[in-house]
């Protein structure tokens, strides 16, 4: 790069535990109770300004929902063709900075996260999406800090990648140009991380970005928003657009200039999304590019051979986490019947000691669901599980929306493999398990390949190596992160590049360069030094 400047090797952000009496718990604590204690007004932001509509919608918290966060601003069909008109007046510039200046920018982005913006993101993401310390930490903090700081480099190699050769008197290069017109980003409830990562890749690569998020999760963004601007992030490169999707996604779907979409929520509104795009390919002005992460029905099967205590645990963890709203949860289990009494008794000790509440209180490792909907289309699958035939709960099963949107920890035991708890989404804290004979080994890798329509993440645990060789064929295109003896979730920027392929999206790798890939367009250059003077070619000489 010029003047010296070169993209350092990025590292992991280290993991705080928030132990007892340590300095970062008291410093959280302190941020919690500040936030807690006010209610923020959140404008919508649009080419850097402040813009208060009037029609309003709160952020809650949803484990105690009556109290008010703040109130959010909602963008009308006035603010949408606002927020267009910005971002393609932002680009103008913001495509012809060099990466240098662009990588500059997300660096100091992720230094501001990494140090004054830590508690800020972290405790707003715990108190408006019940995220408890931990689970906050590993996705608002360090996620995103490694998104940033991994993503500059992998665009510093996506540069780097020039034509091999130039002959004599030539120069052949590779411009990697920003697309034309801008990005429309689409984020989820569930994760700071992937809602921050899905406007600002595209922006790193020169492209401006309007980003609509989670009408029940706009308090962190508009934290975020406060962090580019401090980081020195122009104007209109980023405008946060909140509001209906209907009001803000048709007009924004309408639009000749839309460039692409960079989406992480249902596989519904997404296939609906490229439906429309599909029907009205030919009014806009480049093809659209769509990159997107949907759902998950992520399965874990177990071998006789496996660590049972091991097993039981990625159970527990990979199920419960974050109440099992991770599209990369646990949610189906097969367990061999020579091993599942003694996995239950482990798996039970486990779920009974866990603690659900507040993610304010420290020891609480289940917090509620994010929110009315979200409750309700969780409690039905429990409730159709209470009165089925096939199928008992051998954990949890109680709810309770009274004051906070908890659901208990709910496992459901399943004679029927195709069960609907077995085949459908259920974006919540219920994993079920279906017990198969050992001698049907390879009927059930067969039932896991194609019981669901998504391949999003899986698990496999088995201490038999020429067995474990087997099945990993079987399932090679069961899951887009595949786990050996670990559970489903805790995909890690840099380590393991997160994805999944069929009914689960695009599997375009958050966390790798071939995301980046997407938002850019090559242009080829060759440069004659010696360009030729005469038509004629050697062959059309005359034989003597």
Known sequence: MSNGFKVPVPINEPIKDYAP????KKSLVVKLNE?????VEIPIIIDGKEIKTGNTGNCIKPYDHAHILGTYHKAGEKEVKMAIESSLDAWNDWSQTSFEFRAKIFLKMADLLAGPYRDTINASTMLNMSKNAYQAEIDAACELIDFWNFNCYYADEIYKQQPMYSPEGT??????RPLEGFVFAVTPFNFTSIAANLPSAPAL????????PASSTVYPAHFMMKLFKEAGLPDGVINLLPGSGAVVGNQILAHPKLAGIHFTGSTGVFQGMWKHIGENINHYESYPRIVGETGGKDFCIAHESCNKQALATAMTRGAFEFQGQKCSAMSRA???STIWNDVKKMYFTQINELKMGSPE?????????????AFDSITSYIDYAKDSDDAEIITGGQYDDSKGYFIEPTTILTTNPHFKTMEEEIFGPVLTIFIYSPEDWDETLRLVDTTSPYALTGAIFCNDKEILQSANKKLRFSAGNYYINDKPTGAVVGQQPFGGARASGTNDKAGSMFNL???????????NFEPPTDYKYPFMGEDE
């Open 21 to 24: 009496n340590s300095e970062e």
């Open 35 to 39: 936030l807690s204690s006010k209610k």
């Open 171 to 176: 120069k052949n290069q590779t411009e990697h």
């Open 205 to 212: 690569m020169g492209n401006t970005a309007i980003w609509k």
């Open 334 to 336: 097969y367990i061999p």
């Open 361 to 373: 209180h420290f020891s609480n490792f289940i917090n509620s669901v994010i929110d009315q909907n």
């Open 517 to 527: 890939i997407r938002w850019v367009s090559q242009r080829t250059i060759k440069e």
